[in-house]
């Protein structure tokens, strides 16, 4: 059973530009959570989503920042008109349901230049 | 969200045992405890969590204090591969969300 995919690991940007980042759960999990960590700093919690529905989006910024988890297909994370600030590491995280563990990819390490 | 407060490092001997305190004297009712662990470069990683009774896998043991106001986890004997990060989390039942805080830094010495 492989764990959870995300893709890119790694993704330059220039400012202005559009960042898509991917999100492939584990199988049969429904649940999937996206969280940013700067550099030496913990994770900070973004979104929160089952399939086809957002339900807890607290901690994404108003602007730029998207999120989605369609009926088939990954969770995408999307970040409009990149800035310097939104260099970091992305990683997402999946559950069979709201108990138990998640389980985390390997992260997206987004530069913005 | 409630929060936890752990120290900020801690040194242990190869494969002595390990004990990660965390405090969350603010902790509700519904609340899990989760601990993951973060490796350079890597992806937060499950470790254990637990409602109000010790649990035990095969990577550690969690121990629950009667009052829920603190835990500890405990690495049976540490690695070097065991240095890294660890985070206690307080998951709430109603937002099922993970609150990361600072986590511990964990060194192995050889």
């Known amino acids: 059973n492989a764990g959870v995919m995300q893709n890119p690991r790694h993704l330059v940007r220039r400012r202005g530009q559009e960042a898509r980042l991917r999100c492939s759960p584990m199988k049969g999990h429904s649940h999937v959570y996206w969280y940013r960590q700067l550099p030496e700093e913990g994770l900070k919690f973004m979104v929160y989503l089952q399939k086809e529905n957002i339900i807890d989006e607290s901690g994404m910024p108003k602007e730029r920042f998207s999120a989605e988890f369609p009926k088939e297909g990954p969770s995408i994370l999307r970040i409009q008109q990149v800035v310097r600030g939104d260099s970091a590491a992305y990683f997402c995280?999946?559950?069979?349901?709201?108990?138990?563990?998640?389980?985390f990819g390997q992260g997206t390490r987004l530069t913005v230049v | 969200d409630a929060k936890t407060t752990q120290p900020n490092s801690m040194e242990s001997n190869e494969e002595e045992p390990v004990h990660l305190p965390c405090n969350h004297s603010t902790i509700s009712g519904t609340d899990y405890i989760h601990w993951y662990r973060q490796l350079p470069s890597q992806g937060p990683e499950y470790v254990i969590h637990?409602?109000?009774s010790n649990v035990n896998n095969r990577m550690a043991s969690l121990a629950i204090a009667e009052d829920r106001k603190s835990s500890t986890l405990i690495l049976h004997r540490a690695t070097l591969r065991d240095a890294a990060v660890y985070y206690c989390i307080l998951r709430d039942t109603r937002t099922y969300k993970y609150i990361f805080g600072t986590g511990t830094r964990l060194k192995v010495l050889a």
């Open positions: 637990g409602l109000t």
């Open positions: 995280a999946s559950s069979p349901g709201p108990l138990g563990g998640a389980f």
